[in-house]
Structures are given as C-alpha cells and as structure tokens.
C-alpha cells in the first residue's frame, strides 16, 4: 500500500445547514490532519473494493474547522483528534445535526526535535510547560532557559495550528489549560509543513501526531517525556500508548458521522461499517503509524453506529490521561 502522508488534497464544500440533500455517490469528510492518515487510507481500499463507485474527499481543515463545516451541514463525517466540544455540541443542535461519535485509534502525540540535537535525550513535562506556557513569549528563548546544562541556542518552535485538536489536547496536557499557549511559534493544520521546519532547523522543537513521525523517522529525532508523577522517560510507540505508559501525550481519535447522512446515504453507510471492520481497522491503523483499538472496541463501536446511538460520551474537549479501560467504558455507556 501507498504511503499516506505524502500528499494532501483539501477540498473545499460548498452546503446548508440540517435537510442537505446529499449526493448519493459523494463522501465528503474534513477535519483533523492527524486523523487523516486513517481516512485516507481507509477512503483508498474502499474505492478500491468498491469498484470506485464512490467519490470520497478528505480535507484538512484541523478539528475545530472540521467541526465548523459539519455542523453546518457541509459534510457528513468530521475527523477529530478530541472529543466533541459543549460549543460544537450546541452549534450541531442549533442546526439539527445529530451525530455519532466512533472512537477509531490511539495516538502517541509525539515531541520532536532535530536529529542534529544532541543534548535532549528526554523531556519532563514541567519543562514543556516552561517552553510552552504563555508567559513564556518572548522570555524563554534559548535552550540554555530550559534545563541547566542546555547549550546557548536560539529555541525555535513548531507545532499545530489553533484550529487543530492536537493543538487543544497538548495545551490542556502540557501547560494545564486547553489553548493557552504562547504564540510565537510556526504554526500549521498540515503536519508536513511541520516536519518539514523541524527537519530543516537544528534548534528546532515541536509537535503532532505519531502516523507523521513514523513517516519521516529519518528527518526527525522523537523526545521520549518523563511522566508527570516520575520514573523513567518513555519513548512515544505503538506499545507505548497502548499500554497506556506514554503519559500524558496519549489520547483517542475519532470519526464524527451525521446521523441523516448514515441514514440518507447508503454510501456513507457502507464507508463507516467499512472503516469499523476490525480486520480493516486494524491493519490500516497500524499500517499508518497509529495504534488499533482492541477488537472489542471497534465491535462496540458498529454496536453504536448500527443502532445510531447519538450525542458525545466525553465531558467535552480534550480528555488527559483516558485509558482503553477508561474508553471502552465510555462506548459502553453511550
């Protein structure tokens, strides 16, 4: 199979709000770019299996944008890399759009430097706070300000951009509150515009998901993070967010999908039990740099999506520190 990451096309949509008449042969999904790998993916083999009787688009307007369009009714699936938010939530019902939400893989939000860095062999969350934090504009500056012992280098910073849920779930993990952040940094929706800044600038340190990592692990050097409550710094991988040791950067990511669409659109019907079959999920999660659910998660999840169990079972926003145990029992619940 293909590599996923290389290319990236956005689409842009044109729809109302609640009663679209979607087309029948058209899947139009947007949102999250660490989510896209997975979509992608799974968009290609089903076309493929399908015979290419469907158009399926895929675009990168990070979470939030996602979450803007969907609401609206421009597509009928959001990628997203956290939970819905309350003001998403109250947008959906303004609109009359109900949706289902289907968790589909964990991440390991993976901190990233140069490979030229050679005095960073692992990060405490403190001193990501101190890098990140607000107060740290135009104050922390160079690497010697962020552990004694650090060389006298300007610190330049990459991550995603304010629309990304990525960029909510590192803010609310790292400096404790979702958004708050300085705001001098490179800043993108498109993790390939990332990796390309961190591996061209040796004094380079940022963020994003696990799958763009994988991709270009001979571009960029992978920071293991002591956890918060001590011990050993731990690598972020596969293993590593599967057992949950890799905290507190590890997190689920989800699909979103318009009740009406599923019920409209046999298309949009069959992509989502295509994109839930553990055997697809399975190896195409994997296959992307992600890490599958266990079976019984992604069973659960064509449980909620046949009976089209609607409505979030997450507080809202980004979610630290949630254990497959912790998800399991939410699809459970819901």
């Known amino acids: 199979m293909k590599h996923w990451l290389s290319a990236i096309g956005i689409v842009g949509v044109a729809g109302a709000a609640a009663g679209t008449v979607f087309a029948q042969d058209l899947i139009q999904i947007d949102g999250s770019s660490t989510v896209y790998p997975i979509t992608e993916a799974m968009a290609e083999e089903f076309q493929a299996e399908s015979g290419g009787k469907s158009q399926i688009t895929v675009g990168i307007s990070g979470t939030g944008g996602g979450f803007k369009k969907f609401c609206r ?18 947008a959906c019902a303004e609109a009359g759009i109900e949706f289902i939400e289907l968790p589909v893989a964990l991440d390991a939000l993976t901190v990233m430097v140069n490979p030229s860095n050679d005095w960073v062999d692992y990060l405490t969350v403190d001193e990501l706070k101190k890098i990140w934090e607000p107060a740290a504009q135009g104050a922390v ?39 708050a952040s300085r705001g001098d940094f490179t800043a993108s929706e498109d993790d390939n515009v990332l990796v390309q800044g961190i591996a061209s600038d040796p004094n380079a340190l940022g963020f994003f998901g696990l799958a763009y990592y994988h991709e270009n692990q001979d571009k ?78 992604y069973e659960l999840a064509q449980r909620n999506f046949e009976e089209r169990h609607t409505g979030t079972a997450f507080g809202g926003g980004s979610q630290i520190g949630l254990a497959v145990e912790d998800l399991l029992q939410a699809e459970r619940t819901n």
């Open 73 to 90: 009714g421009e597509i009928q699936i959001a990628d997203a890399s956290r939970p819905i938010k309350e003001a998403e939530r109250t």
């Open 141 to 179: 500056t160079n690497w010697s300000q962020v552990r004694e012992g650090f060389p006298d280098r300007p610190l330049t910073l990459y991550g995603a951009g304010v629309d990304s849920g990525t960029y909510d779930y590192f803010t609310q993990a790292v400096v404790g509150e979702e958004g």
């Open 220 to 297: 960029l050097k992978a920071v293991p993070i002591q956890p918060p409550a001590g011990g050993d710094p731990v690598a972020p991988g596969v293993e590593t967010a599967r057992d949950g040791s890799y905290q507190p950067l590890s997190r689920p990511i989800f699909i979103y999908v318009s009740k009406q669409a599923a019920d409209d659109v046999p298309a949009v019907q069959q992509f989502v039990e295509f994109y839930l079959d553990p055997e697809n999920a399975e190896a195409l999660v994997e296959e992307v740099g992600y890490v599958p659910l266990p079976t019984e998660a």
